[in-house]
């Protein structure tokens, strides 16, 4: 099985970049997912990366993959309060299927 | 509105007693998956069907827990005898594999209490 793990908590400062990171053990993980989670809600897919990217970026958001150190992390540009949630990453070996989570990172945004 | 549908959003049981949760993820989602997650913690895998068919169930289903998806569209997710350790969210994902639609569509979740 794998394991993914996260940092628990992160404060960023309202308009700063936050940088979430994630370190996984499975190196035969192919696709690699974030997730945002908000109160009392599901998970929502934000974005992903192939085991043959380095880099993908998507409006505010960049993910960087280092696959020798097994090394995910999500940025986020110009922080916003909305942006406050758990994130998650998570892995799977197979373009769909189950996935391994996180336990996630707690993102607070102050002002 | 995520497209998947869960229901209840909430449930609160006496120990003991069986509990049947429902799924209704939109038609294209080919596979169904359910997860738990407990506080603090991330989703952890509990089962999946593809269509119809029940492919995996995690070690952590016990035989109290069972799924069906009889139709390949809508999946209840049963516990029976419940026990205050079953006490999570349960959450619902779909998914159809296309390479345009990479990812799971999660639904809001089930919160069981068991008391």
């Known amino acids: 099985g794998e394991d993914v793990e996260q940092s628990l908590f992160l404060s960023v400062r309202e308009g700063d970049s936050s940088v979430i990171n994630c370190t996984y053990t499975?190196?035969?993980?192919?696709?690699l997912y974030w997730y945002k989670q908000e109160p009392g809600a599901g998970l929502q897919l934000l974005t992903y990366?192939?085991?043959?990217?380095d880099m993908k970026q998507d409006q505010r958001l960049t993910v960087l993959l280092n696959k020798k150190d097994k090394h995910l992390s999500l940025r986020i540009a110009d922080t916003q309060t909305g942006d406050s949630a758990i994130y998650f990453c998570?892995?799977?070996?197979?373009?769909?299927?189950?996935?391994?989570f996180g336990a996630g990172t707690q993102v607070v945004v102050t002002p | 509105d995520t497209g998947v549908s869960q229901d209840p959003r909430h449930k609160i049981t006496k120990r003991g007693q069986n509990v049947t949760f429902r799924c209704d993820p939109i038609?294209?989602?080919?596979?169904l998956y359910w997860y738990r997650q407990t506080l603090g913690q991330g989703p952890e895998f509990l089962t999946y069907?593809?269509?119809?068919?029940?492919?995996?169930k995690s070690r952590l289903l016990s035989d109290r827990f069972s799924a069906e998806r009889p139709k390949g569209s809508f999946s209840t997710l049963e516990i029976q005898r419940t026990e205050q350790g079953d006490s999570a969210m349960y959450l619902c994902?779909?998914?159809?594999?296309?390479?345009?639609?990479?990812?799971?569509?999660f639904g809001s979740g089930t919160r069981l209490t068991v008391v």
């Open positions: 069907f593809q269509n119809e068919a029940q492919l995996e």
């Open positions: 038609s294209e989602h080919n596979r």
């Open positions: 499975d190196s035969s993980s192919t696709y």
């Open positions: 994902a779909g998914e159809n594999g296309q390479p345009t639609n990479y990812g799971y569509t």
């Open positions: 998570a892995g799977g070996t197979d373009s769909w299927g189950k996935l391994q």
């Open positions: 990366i192939f085991s043959n990217m």
